[in-house]
């Protein structure tokens, strides 16, 4: 079973930058496609970006285009987001998943970017 950890939130002010990361247990990391979710206090949870199973192909919500970067490293079982020019409606727990999303979630990582 998939165990995904993340880490590497914190609190920056806006314009700030955060490098997140997700562990992954599973033996077969390298067979699946990966994503980023967000859920912000009283929202639901949505999408950020997902990247292929090789790291070649990546996809991005529109509201983080040009400022957010997905990327994997098969061989640490670990899926990054480097997060630029972050703004204050970035504020959420970021989780990652599967890409489509299995219902097993991790605890998350807090991002808080104030103004």
């Known amino acids: 079973q998939v165990q995904l950890v993340e880490s590497g939130g914190g609190a920056v002010q806006a314009g700030g930058s955060l490098r997140l990361s997700c562990a992954a247990s599973?033996?077969?990391?390298?067979?699946?496609?990966m994503g980023w979710f967000r859920q912000a206090p009283g929202k639901e949870r949505e999408f950020v970006a997902s990247i292929n199973w090789s790291g070649g192909r990546t996809y991005y919500a529109d509201f983080v285009k040009g400022r957010f970067t997905i990327s994997r490293d098969n061989a640490k079982k670990t899926v990054y987001l480097q997060m630029n020019s972050l703004k204050p409606e970035d504020t959420a727990v970021y989780y990652c998943?599967?890409?489509?999303?299995?219902?097993?979630w991790g605890q998350g990582t807090q991002v808080t970017v104030s103004s």
């Open positions: 998943n599967l890409n489509p999303p299995t219902t097993r």
């Open positions: 599973q033996r077969s990391f390298s067979d699946y496609a």
